[in-house]
């Protein structure tokens, strides 16, 4: 743990986490031949517009989709423990790796990228890691057992240690998805929180401090769930054509280069 929780924030925490698993539930009730995505949620503003595009470009085939959102982790439990689902797109590859070593998913392809930045409502005072620092900020993380807490983890082992320690010192949360995570400075329980950028390009009022380019990306890997349906492999695909780069650029996302690596 990053941070001693009040019990304030740990009974917030626990509401926050149970409507999560509440809204991964009943987002996976749809018919039984649909194809089931079960996505990261730093995925919900692109991914049904992505599923629009490849419906348009294939109209040969008779398929339909259900979408369902959560924290990568959360995610894979899912799937280990038996949920339904055809195929699984994670905010990093341990998650997806985690599922090929148990045997249950395959065919591992990087489909996006995405950066870790820090951010601030539009309106604030700070202007740089610094400056948080300096000020009495309050931080919101992820918890180091998701995909972008893994991520500001690294990213505060490779900023100056003191301004490290200082950001640190001003966490008042670490959360279960980058959703819950930004939902903190949505709703001002956090002066800053460390998201993704696509979470402040669709998100109105927020502006990202970057960090330093020695920060890598986190990749976007996606497995094929054994038994996935026809009209699965297929989409797999359509997602590193360049229409659909094109979209996961214009929401934030970095572009995917041949299935392999992110630029």
Same mark, same amino acid.
Request: charged share 20%; hydrophobic share 50%; proline share 5%.
């Given at each position: 743990?990053?941070?001693?929780?009040?019990?304030?924030?740990?009974?917030?925490?626990?509401?926050?986490?149970?409507?999560?698993?509440?809204?991964?539930?009943?987002?996976?009730?749809?018919?039984?031949?649909?194809?089931?995505?079960?996505?990261?949620?730093?995925?919900?503003?692109?991914?049904?517009?992505?599923?629009?595009?490849?419906?348009?470009?294939?109209?040969?085939?008779?398929?339909?989709?259900?979408?369902?959102?959560?924290?990568?982790?959360?995610?894979?439990?899912?799937?280990?423990?038996?949920?339904?689902?055809?195929?699984?797109?994670?905010?990093?590859? %341990?998650?997806? $790796?985690? !599922?090929?070593?148990?045997? /249950?998913?395959?065919?591992?392809?990087? =489909?996006?990228?995405? @950066? *870790?930045?820090?951010?601030?409502?539009?309106?604030?005072?700070?202007?740089?890691?610094?400056?948080?620092?300096?000020?009495?900020?309050?931080?919101?993380?992820?918890?180091?057992?998701?995909?972008?807490?893994?991520?500001?983890?690294?990213?505060?082992?490779?900023?100056?240690?003191? %301004?490290?320690? $200082?950001? !640190?010192?001003?966490?008042? /949360?670490?959360?279960?998805?980058?959703? =819950?995570?930004?939902? @903190? *400075?949505?709703?001002?329980?956090?002066?800053?929180?460390?998201?993704?950028?696509?979470?402040?390009?669709?998100?109105?009022?927020?502006?990202?401090?970057?960090?330093?380019?020695?920060?890598?990306?986190?990749?976007?890997?996606?497995?094929?769930?054994?038994?996935?349906?026809?009209?699965?492999?297929?989409?797999?695909?359509?997602?590193?054509?360049?229409?659909?780069?094109?979209?996961?650029?214009?929401?934030?996302? *970095?572009?995917?280069?041949?299935?392999?690596?992110?630029?």
């Amino acid at each position: 743990m990053l941070l001693a929780r009040s019990g304030r924030l740990r009974r917030a925490a626990a509401l926050l986490v149970l409507a999560a698993v509440l809204l991964a539930t009943t987002s996976g009730c749809g018919d039984d031949d649909d194809i089931e995505i079960a996505a990261a949620s730093s995925m919900r503003h692109v991914l049904p517009r992505i599923v629009e595009e490849f419906l348009r470009a294939h109209p040969d085939l008779d398929v339909s989709f259900d979408l369902r959102f959560n924290g990568s982790q959360v995610l894979a439990t899912q799937i280990a423990e038996g949920a339904s689902a055809d195929l699984f797109i994670s905010a990093n590859a %341990v998650q997806a $790796e985690r !599922l090929i070593d148990e045997g /249950t998913a395959s065919l591992p392809t990087v =489909v996006t990228a995405n @950066r *870790l930045v820090l951010a601030v409502r539009e309106e604030s005072r700070w202007y740089s890691l610094s400056d948080l620092a300096d000020g009495d900020a309050r931080i919101a993380v992820g918890s180091p057992s998701v995909p972008v807490g893994r991520l500001t983890v690294i990213a505060l082992s490779l900023i100056d240690r003191q %301004v490290a320690r $200082e950001l !640190l010192a001003g966490v008042v /949360t670490e959360d279960p998805s980058v959703r =819950v995570v930004l939902s @903190r *400075l949505e709703l001002d329980e956090a002066d800053a929180a460390f998201v993704y950028h696509s979470d402040v390009a669709v998100t109105h009022g927020l502006r990202a401090l970057p960090l330093p380019p020695t920060v890598p990306p986190n990749e976007y890997v996606a497995v094929l769930i054994d038994g996935a349906k026809p009209g699965t492999e297929e989409f797999l695909a359509f997602l590193l054509t360049p229409e659909v780069q094109d979209l996961f650029r214009a929401a934030g996302f *970095l572009r995917a280069v041949a299935g392999v690596r992110a630029q």
